[in-house]
């Protein structure tokens, strides 16, 4: 597993329908449309991705760039003038009825060579449960400490 971003700096952990997730790893999606609860991912922090559905498992990361917050309208303008941003009509519909909405910008996805799946997760952290949309990774949560110590042993 490669990753984690100077194993230092700010985390999120982010739930995503596995087709979408494997969209970004392919680079076909630049932007990750999310509704607005009160969390803005900052410029440069790095989304460890959990893909839900049929995947249950942390597949890759990202780096966070840009971060267009607005009504789903304005967010949908501002996708619409940037070149290839990878999302659809599809898309949309998500964000289409909430109040607030943003667009954040995928810069240098990973993904990893071996995923961590949930039930791994589970063995190491009795009743973990993944978040609906993103939450913050604490530097000092086992989540965060189980991501760290596999990535110290492959870079080891």
């Known amino acids: 597993m490669e990753g984690l971003y100077g194993l230092s700096g700010v985390f999120y952990l982010m739930s995503i329908r596995p087709k979408y997730a494997y969209r970004i790893f392919t680079g ?3 932007f990750e449309l999310r509704k607005w609860f009160g969390v803005v991912p900052v ?4 989304i460890i991705v959990y893909a839900s559905g049929s ?4 597949i890759g990361e990202f780096r ?3 971060v267009y917050m607005g009504s789903p309208g304005e967010v949908w303008s501002f996708l619409s003038s940037q070149e290839s941003p990878g999302v659809g009509r599809e ?3 998500y964000i289409r009825g909430s109040r607030r909405a943003m667009a954040i910008e995928v810069i240098d996805p990973i ?3 071996k995923p961590i799946t949930l ?10 449960m993944p978040p ?3 939450r913050m990774l604490n530097p000092y949560e086992p989540l965060y400490e189980l991501l760290i110590r596999r990535v110290r042993l492959v870079r080891g």
Not at 43 to 46: N, V
Not at 55 to 58: H, L, N, P
Not at 119 to 128: A, D, H, M, N, V
Request: glycine share 10%; net charge positive.
């Open 28 to 30: 076909s999606k630049r």
């Open 43 to 46: 410029r440069g922090s790095t």
């Open 55 to 58: 995947v249950r498992a942390i």
């Open 64 to 66: 966070v760039g840009r």
């Open 91 to 93: 898309d949309y519909s």
């Open 111 to 113: 993904l990893y060579s």
């Open 119 to 128: 039930q791994e997760i589970k063995s190491i952290i009795p009743g973990f």
């Open 132 to 134: 609906l949309s993103f």
